[in-house]
């Protein structure tokens, strides 16, 4: 997982090289809000993302970022059944207080649909389209002490890490604001691209799904 991202990553540095003459580069930096929409893994998170953004031409780029997020937080109510049929009770009702934070790498492509990275007046509406890599941590308490060794339980307790790879789609509204300066308003969504599951999460099948809004500033070198 981590080697494939590793070569798209050579990949973008390779492109850009190849326009370094009539490149410009820009930094952004935002501030959003994330919202997990998976049913089961559902919770609100705040993030920071940055941004470096290689302008081949006025139109079109390549962007690669860099994004951390708050603990976002859910409780799923799970049974525990009975390995045995001996065992009593045969079942345990129980709650799981989760605790998933997420970090994510994309690298892709910037398309200005109107407008583009240079304008002085006006405004900006651009499409982004890339992959990337997101290591995450899911942190499970339940709410009463389970023996293992008699009882299988749908979710482990305790803290681990996670690995997924994602399709990124984003949609950007961008205004000149001065001296080379750019305010932004982003939605973007990450779509499960690897099916890598994990014995502490519950539910793993298309996750994670999450959409992010952000607003921040771009300077254009």
Request: with cysteine.
């Amino acid at each position: 997982m981590l080697k494939r991202f590793t070569i798209l990553l050579l990949l973008v540095v390779i492109t850009a090289s190849a326009f370094a003459q009539n490149m410009r580069f820009s930094v952004a930096t935002d501030l959003g809000g994330q919202r997990s929409f998976k049913k089961g893994q559902q919770f609100w998170a705040l993030g920071h993302t940055v941004h470096a953004l290689f302008n081949l031409t006025p139109k079109d780029g390549i962007y690669v970022w860099f994004a951390y997020y708050t603990n976002g937080k859910f409780t799923n109510e799970l049974t525990a059944d009975a390995k045995s049929p001996l065992t009593t009770p045969q079942q345990i009702n129980y709650s799981n207080r989760a605790s998933m934070r997420f970090k994510h790498f994309s690298v892709g492509w910037r398309k200005y649909l109107k407008g583009n990275c240079e304008i002085e007046k006006g405004w900006n509406l651009y499409a982004t389209a890339g992959f990337g890599l997101l290591p995450g941590r899911i942190i499970n308490t339940h709410s009463v002490s389970i023996d293992t060794s008699l009882y299988n339980v749908p979710v482990r307790e305790g803290k681990a890490n996670f690995k997924r790879l994602t399709a990124d789609l984003g949609l950007g509204w961008e205004k000149p604001i001065g001296a080379d300066f750019f305010l932004y308003a982003e939605g973007r969504v990450w779509i499960p691209a690897s099916d890598y599951p994990s014995k502490y999460i519950f539910v793993n099948d298309n996750a994670p799904l999450a959409a992010m809004m952000n607003v921040g500033l771009r300077i254009l070198f």
